[in-house]
């Protein structure tokens, strides 16, 4: 699931819930809440940024002991700017984060995954490449894989560093967390309903389901 991919089918399958077919929401999409989203993709970038500011400034002080010299800010090219690291890291964070809900699919059963990438929104997906629904709070996890993933890869690499590539851990782990926000938008959505709900994940858009009482 890509980021902002989510809010497509908020309302349908907001709807779906109350009716009685096994298959009542199909992919959709909105481009007002796409919008609104990549907004609010603001807050988890300022937030896990600032976090891994602090988790640098707590390490630093306590003075890097896991630190790997080798590891140093000659490992970029030289005379990199900020602007230049960012578009590294889109490049770099943006498929493995879709890679991490592939892996999650694959963990979850699924025999193939399909990634590719949405022309008109520029955002990659990653979806079952055939027909799987999923449990509420197994779609849950393969929706929240990335950000847990990247995130600990993230601060992981942080402690391995020397300070001159803290700045390229904490891009990259914010970057990761705004591009998850549809991730977490979708997780909001899915979690108002029961446990037994399946949900089926299109790449771009997912759908919610109930299972037909016989
Ligand atoms: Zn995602």
Known sequence: ???CATVGVWQRSRSSLTATQKRSASPSSQGGCFF???????VPVALFGAAMLALSAWYLSIGAPLALPFLDRRLLPP???????IALLVLLVLPLHELCHGLAFRLLGVGRVRYGIKLSRLVLYAAP???AYFRRDAFIAATLAPLAA???LGAA???????????????AVALNAG????????????RRYPPSTLVRDFGT?????RIEQA
């Open 157 to 171: 690499g942080l402690l391995l560093s020397p300070p001159g590539l803290h700045l390229f851990w904490a891009l």
């Open 79 to 85: 005379g990199f700017d900020l602007p230049a690291l």
């Open 179 to 190: 591009g998850a926000v549809g991730d977490m938008a979708a997780v909001a959505l899915v």
């Open 36 to 42: 609104w989203l990549n907004i609010a993709a603001l």
């Open 205 to 209: 858009a997912f759908a919610v389901y």
């Open 150 to 152: 990247i995130t600990l």
């Open 129 to 131: 490449a055939g027909e």
């Open 1 to 3: 699931m890509p980021a």
